[in-house]
């Protein structure tokens, strides 16, 4: 009876403390943050695109110049 007592104990602490340690891990977030983490990354995204065409419309000026410059050699 002592067995079946103790193992019943021990198996309710692991349990006890498996739950706890389930608990205590990141908290999901709401979806209000998670609407704003993506806000941001959008944000980051576009102004990386809008570094981007500004880049390619220079190269394009650019490419116009030498063709350009090339039908007047």
């Known amino acids: 009876m002592k067995i079946s007592t103790t ?3 021990v198996l309710a602490a692991v349990l006890g ?3 706890n340690l389930h608990s205590q891990g ?3 977030k709401s979806p209000i943050d998670r609407l704003k983490e993506i806000k941001a990354r959008n944000a980051d995204l576009i102004e990386k695109q809008k570094a981007t065409l500004t880049k390619l419309d220079e190269m394009d000026k650019q490419a116009e110049q030498m063709r350009f410059l090339m039908k007047r050699s």
């Open 26 to 28: 990141v908290l999901p």
């Open 17 to 19: 403390f498996a739950v």
């Open 7 to 9: 193992f019943a104990l």
